[in-house]
């Protein structure tokens, strides 16, 4: 059973409006979450992360934030640039066992110049 | 050469074969790492070296073999493989011995497997 869920398998946004990629996880141990960006024949490159002791962490365009109670996390880019069409993977951890990365099934989203 | 590199980058076997696909990072990592990813699944992890030390083996069918000689090579030996092993084969290293959830995992391009 999947412990880290993408909804939607795809998100088309304008240039320059806000890109908002969602992620559900199961499991309430996890406590580490990231975000990997993806480019067609390049492997996942690592773009943002945050820890369960926050719900919020930027960094310039980028920013995550963490619903714990919900289990849920998402990742706003503002504002959005074509460069930053790719497929975005969601992924989770816990202090323990802490090798394994629980990926999600990824969003692959396409900004519209 | 620079970050995490991968060959072949395709590869088409048939039931029988043997092959072998090969990882090299160039970063000076401790940890390496096999992931599969199969049409419309996540990412699995299959196997961990920190070390050159296996650490950890998420009970991949022993027709996966894997061997790392050393920090900075990793490869995955291929034998009597079933058409639904055919997914991407992406490896990945990282800085720390054994790894860990706060060590940022670089991964290669990957290999796209078919088995027919």
């Known amino acids: 059973d999947q412990q880290v869920k993408q909804n939607s398998p795809s998100l088309s946004v304008q240039e320059g409006r806000i890109s908002i990629l969602n992620c559900d996880y199961t499991?309430?141990?996890?406590?580490?979450f990231l975000w990997y960006k993806k480019y067609p024949a390049e492997g996942p490159t690592f773009l943002i992360s945050?820890?369960?002791?926050?719900d919020k962490n930027e960094d310039g365009r980028f920013t995550v934030f963490l619903n714990k109670s919900a289990k849920h996390l998402s990742l706003h880019i503002v504002p959005s640039q074509p460069g930053d069409s790719a497929v975005y993977f969601c992924?989770?951890?816990?202090?323990?066992?802490?090798?394994?990365?629980?990926f999600g099934t990824g969003t692959r989203l396409t900004v519209i110049p | 050469e620079t970050g995490v590199t991968q060959t072949p980058r395709h590869l088409v076997m048939g039931m029988t074969n043997k092959k072998s696909l090969k990882c090299e990072q160039h970063?000076?990592?401790?940890?390496m790492y096999w992931y599969k990813q199969s049409a419309k699944k996540p990412l699995e992890l299959m196997f961990v070296?920190?070390?050159?030390?296996?650490?950890e083996n998420n009970s991949v069918p022993s027709r996966f073999s894997p061997e790392c000689p050393n920090s900075s090579h990793l490869f995955l030996h291929l034998h009597t493989l079933q058409p639904e092993d055919s997914a991407l084969y992406l490896c990945?290293?990282?800085?720390?011995?054994?790894?860990?959830?706060?060590?940022?995992?670089?991964f290669g391009p990957g290999t796209r497997l078919t088995v027919l």
């Open positions: 992924a989770a951890s816990q202090q323990t066992g802490a090798n394994n990365l629980f």
């Open positions: 070296y920190s070390l050159e030390e296996r650490v």
């Open positions: 945050i820890s369960s002791i926050k």
């Open positions: 499991n309430s141990m996890f406590d580490y």
């Open positions: 990945a290293s990282s800085q720390r011995p054994g790894g860990g959830a706060r060590d940022t995992q670089y």
């Open positions: 970063l000076g990592h401790n940890a």
